[in-house]
């Protein structure tokens, strides 16, 4: 059956969004946006360690999952941004199916967002501000590492490392098998614990990019 919440822009929506769902404090808001940049925010004040790391899921041509760990380096408007080697496992997992997931969780808040969306790539001239931003060690280490390929040793990688910095100078360029993928979301869910497991739960969902959402609380 289809579930109503899907629907974007119905009067059943307007009700379910205002009318029954509750969002007080930290998940009220218009926003879904916002609402997962003030809790970026609140984790940078509480988190020891990379608040901003989240769990990064991709499907292969053959549907086995996969998942691993990026930095989020942006929120924008419509879109949330994390860089890597586009050669990478995960990139061409992406290209592929054009579509991908993420969790953000923060153990001191107790907190979690999980986002389900479509990606495209980030090439542009804002990859190459934040590639510029990075220190010249991990640009040039961008340079010389083939993301999740074999390699014979970690000598050959730092050898590798030592080329690339004579031949690309004190200002490397962005390489072009490196860059950005905006990931932009059709499901957004706000988690928070809860006493005795009843956990508060807020879906954010919409049809397509840029339609309307629609949010409904779940059972923990
Ligand atoms: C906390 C943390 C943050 C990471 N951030 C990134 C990142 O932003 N980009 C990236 O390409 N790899 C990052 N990595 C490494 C990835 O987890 C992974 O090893 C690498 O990207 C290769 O993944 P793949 O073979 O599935 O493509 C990070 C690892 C950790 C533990």
């Known amino acids: 059956m289809t579930d109503p919440s899907i629907t974007a822009g119905d009067a059943e929506d307007t ?3 205002t009318a029954d769902t509750g969002r007080t404090g930290m998940f009220a808001g218009d926003d879904p946006f916002v609402i997962a940049q003030t809790w970026l925010s609140e984790a940078e004040k509480a988190e020891v360690n990379d608040p901003n790391a989240m769990a990064l899921a991709t499907v292969d041509p053959q549907g086995l999952p ?3 760990m990026v930095l989020l380096k942006g929120i924008e408007a419509d879109a949330f941004v994390f860089y890597t080697n586009y050669g990478s496992a995960k990139a061409q997992e992406i290209d592929t199916a054009g579509m991908a997931a993420f969790v953000l969780h923060w153990k001191s808040l107790r907190r979690q967002i999980r986002v389900r969306g479509h990606v495209t790539r980030e090439e542009g001239p804002a990859a190459d501000a934040y590639f510029a931003s990075r220190s010249l060690q991990s640009r040039l280490g961008a340079w010389a590492s083939r993301q999740s390929q074999p390699l014979a040793s970690r000598a050959a990688l730092m050898a590798e490392v030592a080329r690339q910095t004579v031949k690309r100078g004190p200002k490397p360029a962005r390489p072009p098998f490196w860059g950005g993928y905006r990931i932009v979301p059709v499901e957004i869910e706000f988690w928070a614990d809860g006493a005795f497991r009843l956990h ?10 840029g339609s309307r959402w629609s949010v409904s609380r779940l059972n923990p």
């Open 200 to 209: 508060d739960r807020f879906r954010w969902r919409r049809q397509t990019p």
């Open 15 to 17: 009700k379910t969004d």
């Open 66 to 68: 996969n998942v691993r």
